[in-house]
């Protein structure tokens, strides 16, 4: 055989021996199954629970198999935009931030269900109706909130004198004045990561009662007094407590950061502490976390939702709807909360108490959390021209620039003209 | 033939129309079609037809997972409008421009040190490869760490000469950042240039340097006259594929900076994506990812007109 | 000159101006090229509590420990991915090596009609940009419900490794002459025959070097894996390693260090095998080309 031919034997070769990674088709499973697509966690206990526990219950109580799919952490969209482009790959999956608003033509209307559950499990937040509901409806059965929350090194504040984290963000910038001094800056993320620029500065914009768009989703407000103190807050807090590497930190730096030491506080969620409890015990013992200081106008933080949604080309609707219906069943929902401790923060009034929270007592703060949580680009509806302005990081991106040196005015022109081209549309 | 072939064409006309079909199959255009046919199917298929589609998308509002509409020329309009925009395009060129310049004049100058015969030269020809072999996502994790302040050598190095602590912020300054990026894709791209150049130099016949010697020229002279208009075709090939690979860049900044500081590191390729995949907004995205396509063919057309000329 | 010599062999002189002529030039090469690759092994084997210290110098390790390689290779998939990472290479160059000679062959040997028409489409089939084409493929790929399979790759990564082939290969085949290929036509054996038997045993550098190349890149791809392969079973290197050893804003450094060396150095031990023929294969098709 000559070289072609004798290549081209060798991919049918190939190709035939591995059918099922070429097959078309083969990257879904067959049968008659509920397929639950679902991020892959960051503890892995909550994945065992929902595999060797939870779905082997409901097969054996209905005959019905589940197939937990876990795609890797960031792969979600894609995963879900790809599903729900074709019309096939998941019954039930997991959503979260925009999503539910994105994608809201192909979910089922899950309402029902929302109003059992909340009746069973002592009501939802407020916040959970702000992330789950789309135009009246409900699209998603919210989970839980993951929260983005100060941590702050108890040791190195105390050598300052403070015990208690400070109330508000005047008070916290006088503390990363003088731990700065010390060689103990703050660090919180002002570039292009995700969690951990948004969780400090919508929060912080929102509390000094600025805003990006009103509620009517079309009248841009951000050009205010309110915006301008907050960029002006945010410039010396930067320039007096901070490292100049924020700039161009991306959601892994903090964590980074705090490991090293380098640090004294930042924002975050619980991924700091509970990595440092499992590899750096001595820091993990002097890392505390609490809630974002409150502006003259609030206190306030980010919501990020977890839910779960059924898509509405699904061919098996109906089992599916019966699947997540036992699953948010209180039965089944705390023993799967507590499978993670209390990394997710649930979004229903009967867990308030749970005994959960006393096994991490230093994430209750999580939980107090949620009530003045919102979604980014609050209190402008969730919708297309919000999920551009936060994808091209308009907020983030002004701040930053103020902190990097830029006139107040100008980032706020430039952030607003920005704003009002994506807002031109509606 | 005789005219005696007449009768006989009853007998002979099965093999002469196999003849006839084999001797029409070897003629040279049909030769050519037919072999062509299938890498241009497989083309057409899977590059022309997404093309085309790319195009049509640039041209709609189509929010992902809803029917598309017909816009025109509106995502190309605010894309005009769209500040962050021509920071891409600015950042896209400078980034090409000065990483394709950095190998080139790099790549030429290991050219020439390595054509000169050493021991264990193949294995350093192979090793100094690694850097374009190793999987760009992994070695730009590992320059996320030895470009944080806290850790980069260079920073101990000149904190020791008396900089104020921590030293520079590589990846927090926008200025450095650029620079940085572009550090980092000479870096990878360096050693592919300069082993494709080594290639070239190696077919020198010695005798036109022998003959450039002789009659007197020096080192410099030599490199000049002789050497660089002999390399120039394999320059020109290296330096396009070059430029249309750190044009479409992606990996480097999707890991390493995400486009920050403030969009100071953002590609178009980074910004499409965001655009297509974070915001949903898959025509805008293509819109951004279409517009490099003129850009970059002005770019080679560019390049090729002022290297011929040399 | 005198016999045994080599243009540019450096000879006759000290050692000093040895050194200064090959060693300096090429051991600054050889630091910088490499300087990352040390940081990546130091930390590949540095325990975390190490690794974080930002008070010990970062080139020096104390307690070296072979854990990262141990938790790579035991807790994640990451063999798993090498072997999809190196099938998806040799098959997608494989396609790529027969499609680009299929339209190098042709443009470098025939006379026909809109040959010159055809060498600029393949030229601008290169230009067009992977952004721009992975939407458009996307949809390609799960209407044709390849998504999460191998398939979906090695029927993409062709797109832009087929015209750089087409066009390395075109060069090269411009170089060999032509006079057994007429010597074969005059005994009477057909035009694809000639090709099969007489001319393409004569290109093996040629395939080589193009073949090194378009698995460099197939290897190294990331975009469309990223978009196409979001189960763990069917990931290639690049996006396995950083879908898995960063979860959530925590990376494992260590472990993701041990990936990258053990994801380069066999691959370049195959090169420096290769080279010889790699060096040789880009010097007859470019430079003439």
Same mark, same amino acid.
């Given at each position: 055989?000559?070289?072609?031919?004798?290549?081209?034997?060798?991919?049918?070769?190939?190709?035939?021996?591995?059918?099922?990674?070429?097959?078309?088709?083969?990257?879904?499973?067959?049968?008659?199954?509920?397929?639950?697509?679902?991020?892959?966690?960051?503890?892995?206990?909550?994945?065992?629970?929902?595999?060797?526990?939870?779905?082997?219950?409901?097969?054996?109580?209905?005959?019905?198999?589940?197939?937990?799919? !876990?795609?890797?952490?960031?792969?979600?969209?894609?995963?879900?935009?790809?599903?729900?482009?074709?019309?096939?790959?998941?019954?039930?999956?997991?959503?979260?931030?925009?999503?539910?608003?994105?994608?809201?033509?192909? !979910?089922?209307?899950?309402?029902?269900?929302?109003?059992?559950?909340?009746?069973?499990?002592?009501?939802?937040?407020?916040?959970?109706?702000?992330?789950?509901?789309?135009?009246?409806?409900?699209?998603?059965?919210?989970?839980?909130?993951?929260?983005?929350?100060?941590?702050?090194?108890?040791?190195?504040?105390?050598?300052?004198?403070?015990?208690?984290?400070?109330?508000?963000?005047?008070?916290?910038?006088?503390?990363?004045?003088?731990?700065?001094?010390?060689?103990?800056?703050?660090?919180?993320?002002?570039?292009?990561?995700?969690?951990?620029?948004?969780?400090?500065?919508?929060? !912080?914009?929102?509390?000094?009662?600025?805003?990006?768009?009103?509620?009517?989703?079309?009248?841009?407000?951000?050009?205010?007094?309110?915006?301008?103190?907050?960029?002006?807050?945010?410039?010396?807090?930067?320039?007096?407590?901070?490292?100049?590497?924020?700039?161009?930190?991306?959601?892994?730096?903090?964590?980074?950061?705090?490991?090293?030491?380098?640090?004294?506080?930042?924002?975050?969620?619980?991924?700091?502490?509970?990595?440092?409890?499992?590899?750096?015990?001595?820091?993990?013992?002097?890392?505390?976390?609490?809630?974002?200081?409150?502006?003259?106008?609030?206190?306030?933080?980010?919501?990020?939702?977890?839910?779960?949604?059924?898509?509405?080309?699904?061919?098996?609707?109906?089992?599916?709807?019966?699947?997540?219906?036992?699953?948010?069943?209180?039965?089944?929902?705390?023993?799967?909360?507590?499978?993670?401790?209390?990394?997710?923060?649930?979004?229903?009034?009967?867990?308030?108490?749970?005994?959960?929270?006393?096994?991490?007592?230093?994430?209750?703060?999580?939980?107090?959390?949620?009530?003045?949580?919102?979604?980014?680009?609050?209190?402008?509806?969730?919708?297309?021209?919000?999920?551009?302005?936060?994808?091209?990081?308009?907020?983030?991106?002004?701040?930053?620039?103020?902190?990097?040196?830029?006139?107040?005015?100008?980032?706020?022109?430039?952030?607003?003209?920005?704003?009002?081209?994506?807002?031109?549309?509606? | 033939?005789?005219?005696?072939?007449?009768?006989?064409?009853?007998?002979?006309?099965?093999?002469?129309?196999?003849?006839?079909?084999?001797?029409?199959?070897?003629?040279?255009?049909?030769?050519?079609?037919?072999?062509?046919?299938? /890498?241009?199917?497989?083309?057409?298929?899977?590059?022309?037809?997404?093309?085309?589609?790319?195009?049509?998308?640039?041209?709609?509002?189509? /929010?992902?997972?809803?029917?598309?509409?017909?816009?025109?020329?509106?995502?190309?309009?605010?894309?005009?409008?769209? /500040?962050?925009?021509?920071?891409?395009?600015?950042?896209?060129?400078?980034?090409?421009?000065?990483?394709?310049?950095?190998?080139?004049?790099?790549?030429?100058?290991?050219?020439?040190?390595?054509?000169?015969?050493?021991?264990?030269?193949?294995?350093?020809?192979?090793?100094?490869?690694?850097?374009?072999?190793?999987?760009?996502?992994?070695?730009?994790?590992?320059?996320?760490?030895?470009?944080?302040?806290?850790?980069?050598?260079?920073?101990?190095?000149?904190?020791?000469?008396?900089? /104020?602590?921590?030293?520079?912020?590589?990846?927090?300054?926008?200025?450095?950042?650029?620079?940085?990026?572009?550090?980092?894709?000479?870096?990878?791209?360096?050693?592919?240039?300069?082993?494709?150049?080594?290639?070239?130099?190696?077919?020198?016949?010695?005798?036109?340097?022998?003959?450039?010697?002789?009659?007197?020229?020096?080192?410099?002279?030599?490199?000049?006259?002789?050497?660089?208009?002999?390399?120039?075709?394999?320059?020109?090939?290296?330096?396009?594929?070059?430029?249309?690979?750190?044009?479409?860049?992606?990996?480097?900044?999707?890991?390493?900076?995400?486009?920050?500081?403030?969009?100071?590191?953002?590609?178009?390729?980074?910004?499409?994506?965001?655009?297509?995949?974070?915001?949903?907004?898959?025509?805008?995205?293509?819109?951004?990812?279409?517009?490099?396509?003129?850009?970059?063919?002005?770019?080679?057309?560019?390049?090729?007109?002022?290297?011929?000329?040399? | 000159?005198?016999?045994?010599?080599?243009?540019?062999?450096?000879?006759?002189?000290?050692?000093?101006?040895?050194?200064?002529?090959?060693?300096?030039?090429? %051991?600054?090469?050889?630091?910088?090229?490499?300087? #990352?690759?040390?940081?990546?092994?130091?930390?590949?084997?540095? #325990?975390?509590?190490?690794?974080?210290?930002?008070?010990?110098?970062?080139?020096?390790?104390?307690? #070296?420990?072979?854990?990262?390689?141990?938790?790579?290779?035991?807790?994640?998939?990451?063999?798993?991915?090498?072997?999809?990472?190196?099938?998806?290479?040799?098959?997608?160059?494989?396609?790529?090596?027969?499609?680009?000679?299929?339209?190098?062959?042709?443009?470098?040997?025939?006379?026909?009609?809109?040959?010159?028409?055809?060498?600029?489409?393949?030229?601008?089939?290169?230009?067009?940009?992977?952004?721009?084409?992975?939407?458009?493929?996307?949809?390609?790929?799960?209407?044709?419900?390849?998504?999460?399979?191998?398939?979906?790759?090695?029927?993409?990564?062709?797109?832009?490794?087929?015209?750089?082939?087409?066009?390395?290969?075109?060069?090269?085949?411009?170089?060999?002459?032509?006079?057994?290929?007429?010597?074969? @036509?005059?005994?009477?054996?057909? @035009?694809?025959?000639?090709?099969?038997?007489?001319?393409?045993?004569?290109?093996?550098?040629?395939?080589?070097?193009?073949?090194?190349?378009?698995?460099?890149?197939?290897?190294?791809?990331?975009?469309?894996?990223?978009?196409?392969?979001?189960?763990?079973?069917?990931?290639?290197?690049?996006? %396995?390693?950083?879908?898995?050893?960063?979860?959530?804003?925590?990376?494992?450094?260590?472990?993701?260090?041990?990936?990258?060396?053990?994801?380069?150095?066999?691959?370049?031990?195959?090169?420096?095998?290769?080279?010889?023929?790699?060096?040789?294969?880009?010097?007859?098709?470019?430079?003439?080309?």
């Amino acid at each position: 055989m000559s070289g072609s031919s004798r290549r081209d034997f060798l991919k049918i070769a190939l190709a035939g021996a591995a059918g099922a990674t070429f097959a078309p088709g083969a990257g879904r499973a067959a049968g008659k199954t509920v397929t639950f697509l679902h991020e892959s966690s960051f503890i892995k206990t909550f994945d065992e629970y929902m595999q060797n526990t939870l779905a082997p219950a409901y097969e054996k109580a209905t005959g019905v198999k589940v197939v937990y799919e !876990l795609t890797s952490v960031g792969s979600l969209p894609t995963r879900i935009s790809t599903i729900a482009e074709t019309g096939s790959g998941a019954d039930v999956t997991m959503i979260f931030l925009l999503y539910p608003f994105l994608f809201a033509d192909k !979910l089922m209307d899950v309402g029902d269900i929302a109003e059992d559950i909340g009746k069973q499990q002592g009501g939802w937040y407020d916040a959970a109706k702000e992330a789950g509901i789309v135009n009246g409806k409900w699209k998603a059965i919210p989970h839980s909130n993951i929260g983005q929350l100060m941590n702050w090194r108890t040791d190195w504040f105390a050598e300052v004198g403070v015990k208690k984290f400070p109330e508000t963000w005047e008070e916290l910038y006088e503390v990363g004045k003088k731990l700065k001094a010390k060689d103990h800056p703050f660090g919180f993320e002002l570039g292009h990561g995700f969690g951990d620029n948004h969780g400090w500065l919508y929060p !912080l914009l929102w509390s000094y009662g600025g805003r990006e768009v009103e509620a009517d989703g079309k009248t841009v407000v951000i050009d205010s007094d309110e915006t301008a103190r907050a960029v002006d807050f945010a410039r010396k807090f930067f320039k007096d407590t901070m490292l100049d590497d924020v700039l161009g930190w991306t959601d892994v730096s903090n964590n980074k950061a705090w490991m090293a030491e380098q640090i004294s506080c930042t924002n975050n969620a619980e991924s700091i502490l509970w990595f440092a409890k499992r590899d750096f015990p001595e820091i993990g013992k002097v890392t505390d976390q609490a809630q974002n200081p409150a502006g003259p106008k609030g206190r306030f933080h980010l919501l990020n939702c977890i839910g779960h949604s059924i898509f509405n080309f699904s061919p098996e609707k109906e089992e599916t709807h019966k699947f997540l219906r036992w699953l948010m069943d209180e039965k089944q929902l705390g023993g799967w909360y507590a499978s993670a401790d209390s990394y997710y923060q649930p979004f229903l009034h009967a867990y308030d108490n749970a005994p959960m929270w006393q096994v991490e007592p230093r994430n209750i703060p999580y939980r107090d959390a949620m009530a003045s949580a919102h979604l980014p680009g609050w209190p402008a509806p969730p919708n297309r021209q919000l999920a551009e302005v936060v994808a091209k990081y308009v907020t983030v991106d002004m701040f930053a620039k103020a902190c990097a040196g830029a006139a107040t005015k100008d980032v706020i022109k430039s952030a607003e003209a920005q704003l009002k081209e994506i807002y031109r549309a509606v | 033939m005789s005219i005696r072939s007449d009768p006989l064409i009853g007998v002979v006309r099965p093999p002469h129309r196999a003849a006839s079909l084999a001797l029409w199959l070897d003629r040279e255009s049909v030769f050519s079609w037919l072999m062509m046919t299938l /890498p241009l199917l497989f083309l057409a298929a899977f590059v022309g037809y997404p093309f085309v589609y790319g195009i049509l998308l640039s041209l709609q509002d189509r /929010p992902v997972a809803q029917p598309g509409h017909f816009v025109g020329l509106k995502n190309f309009i605010a894309d005009y409008h769209d /500040p962050i925009f021509w920071r891409v395009a600015i950042n896209t060129f400078v980034y090409t421009a000065v990483a394709t310049l950095l190998k080139m004049v790099g790549g030429l100058g290991l050219a020439l040190a390595m054509n000169q015969h050493f021991r264990m030269k193949n294995l350093v020809r192979a090793v100094l490869l690694l850097p374009f072999i190793v999987p760009t996502v992994l070695s730009t994790v590992a320059w996320m760490w030895m470009l944080d302040p806290a850790f980069s050598v260079v920073n101990r190095i000149l904190i020791g000469l008396g900089w /104020p602590r921590p030293g520079p912020s590589w990846l927090g300054n926008p200025i450095l950042a650029m620079c940085s990026i572009i550090v980092i894709n000479t870096w990878r791209g360096l050693p592919f240039y300069g082993i494709t150049l080594l290639a070239g130099l190696q077919t020198v016949p010695p005798e036109l340097y022998e003959a450039a010697t002789i009659d007197g020229a020096s080192g410099w002279q030599r490199f000049r006259y002789v050497t660089l208009p002999l390399l120039q075709p394999i320059i020109l090939i290296v330096t396009l594929f070059s430029v249309i690979f750190t044009f479409a860049d992606f990996q480097l900044v999707y890991v390493l900076t995400h486009g920050g500081p403030q969009n100071a590191t953002q590609l178009f390729a980074t910004y499409a994506f965001d655009i297509g995949m974070g915001a949903g907004q898959l025509g805008l995205g293509a819109s951004v990812a279409l517009t490099m396509l003129p850009a970059l063919a002005l770019l080679i057309v560019a390049l090729t007109l002022y290297l011929r000329k040399q | 000159m005198a016999q045994g010599m080599v243009p540019g062999m450096v000879t006759g002189h000290g050692w000093l101006e040895r050194t200064l002529r090959v060693w300096l030039p090429v %051991g600054c090469f050889l630091v910088l090229a490499l300087f #990352p690759f040390y940081w990546m092994a130091i930390t590949s084997i540095k #325990p975390n509590a190490e690794l974080y210290n930002k008070n010990l110098m970062p080139l020096l390790v104390r307690n #070296p420990t072979l854990k990262h390689y141990v938790d790579l290779l035991t807790e994640t998939s990451f063999l798993l991915w090498t072997w999809n990472t190196m099938l998806v290479a040799v098959v997608s160059t494989a396609i790529s090596l027969v499609l680009g000679t299929m339209l190098a062959y042709p443009l470098a040997r025939m006379r026909f009609a809109g040959a010159g028409l055809i060498a600029m489409t393949v030229a601008a089939v290169y230009l067009v940009p992977q952004p721009l084409l992975f939407l458009p493929l996307a949809d390609v790929i799960n209407r044709l419900d390849l998504g999460n399979t191998l398939t979906s790759v090695i029927l993409t990564y062709p797109t832009m490794l087929v015209p750089f082939c087409a066009w390395l290969l075109l060069g090269y085949f411009k170089t060999v002459p032509k006079e057994l290929e007429e010597a074969a @036509r005059i005994d009477g054996a057909g @035009r694809l025959q000639t090709m099969r038997q007489i001319f393409l045993p004569l290109c093996i550098p040629g395939f080589i070097s193009a073949g090194i190349f378009a698995f460099t890149l197939s290897q190294n791809e990331f975009l469309y894996a990223l978009i196409f392969l979001t189960k763990s079973s069917v990931r290639t290197v690049p996006v %396995g390693v950083i879908a898995e050893l960063i979860r959530g804003d925590v990376f494992y450094w260590g472990q993701l260090m041990a990936g990258a060396l053990l994801g380069s150095i066999p691959v370049a031990l195959i090169y420096s095998f290769f080279v010889e023929h790699y060096v040789a294969g880009l010097t007859s098709g470019s430079v003439k080309g």
